[in-house]
Structure formats: structure tokens, C-alpha cells
């Protein structure tokens, strides 16, 4: 199992980023999916998941109405689109293959991609 994040970067308050995560080494199209991240000193965050047909999605409070989980099955790669950044955003984001959508519970996570929101 291979997850790869990209897309991170320093950004202003109020822009955007788009975070991709390309997946390999097992059946992506099969697998629920989700993002989690980390902001230094603090503990893992699970902010968004997707379920294999991207029909269903999960995003916790503070992200909702900004942020967008989707899925390419095709690519076998994941997305997270982030609009209306805040400095409360800044984190180490992590790209997850999901064993349970409800819990958020991960077996596998990539390296991650930083995230910093700061003017």
C-alpha cells in the first residue's frame, strides 16, 4: 500500500488549496477513504472521509462549507479541496485508507503534505 500526498503549501487567510493523494497497491476504487491532519502540539484530527463511490461523505464541524472530499477512481487518486482558509487550518495533512467510515478508523496513511494558512 502506497498513499502520496501533494498539493500543500503556504497560503493567505481566506485562499485556497487543492490536496491530492495518489493511491496504489491496492483496489482503491473498493476502499472508503479520508483525510486526517495534525497541527503541531496537537493530536490527529480526522477531517473528511469518502466512501468508494463518492456518493457518501463525512467533514467535521470546523471544515464544513469549506472543504470538499472527492475521488477519482479512474486515477485511483483522492482530493481534498479547500476553500476559505483560516490559520486554524495549518497542519500536517494526511491522505488515510479508511477500515471504518463511521469511526474514521485507518490502517494506512501516507507522509503527508503541510498546510500552512498565515498572512
Do not use: H
Not at 491530492?20 to 503541531?40: E, I, K, L, Y
Amino acid at each position: 500500500v502506497q498513499l502520496v500526498e501533494s498539493g500543500g503549501g503556504m497560503v493567505q487567510p481566506g485562499g485556497s488549496l487543492r490536496l491530492s493523494c495518489a493511491a496504489s497497491g491496492f483496489t482503491f476504487s473498493s476502499r472508503d477513504m479520508s483525510w486526517v491532519r495534525q497541527a503541531p502540539g496537537k493530536g490527529p484530527e480526522w477531517v473528511s472521509a469518502i466512501n468508494p463511490g463518492g456518493g457518501t461523505t463525512y467533514y467535521t464541524d470546523s471544515v464544513k462549507g469549506r472543504f470538499t472530499i472527492s475521488r477519482d477512481n479512474a486515477k485511483n487518486t483522492l482530493y481534498l479541496q479547500m476553500n476559505s482558509l483560516k490559520s486554524e487550518d495549518t497542519a500536517l495533512y494526511y491522505c488515510a485508507r479508511t477500515t471504518d467510515f463511521y469511526s474514521g478508523r485507518s490502517d494506512f496513511w501516507g507522509q503527508g503534505t503541510q498546510v500552512t494558512v498565515s498572512s
